[in-house]
């Protein structure tokens, strides 16, 4: 059965992206919402909403208001709302207020409750 893709709101603060044929080592402290298709090694930090995309690998921790994974991540992720999107893997701890799963995701891991 065909599903429509899910749109994404972004809070008004900007987007940075980070395309497809992008690689990154090392830490980012950002303050507006931030989109990632390519592979990120480290750290990512922002008052907003992180996203990684389907093309989308990520290595390292993940501190957000909002954090929604469709595509790779193995590490430690923390945030008031973590969802993940079909055909998303990943690997590793996360810490959140709410947390939702589509089918089709693999996560392997575990999920505390932030207090």
Not at 44 to 68: C, F
Not at 91 to 112: A, P
């Amino acid at each position: 059965m065909f599903q429509p893709k899910k749109t994404i709101e972004y809070s008004g603060v900007g987007i940075t992206m980070i395309s497809e044929y992008t690689k990154i080592k090392g830490d980012i402290d950002i303050s507006c919402n931030i989109y990632i298709d390519g592979k990120v090694e480290g750290s990512i930090k922002s008052t907003a909403l992180i996203t990684i995309g389907e093309k989308g690998e990520v290595t390292g921790s993940l501190k957000a208001e909002r954090i929604i994974i469709s595509g790779l991540f193995k590490g430690k992720a923390e945030a008031t709302d973590v969802e993940f999107i079909k055909n998303g893997k990943i690997y590793g701890d996360i810490i959140s207020s709410k947390l939702s799963i589509e089918d089709g995701v693999i996560f392997e891991g575990t999920n505390k409750l932030r207090k």
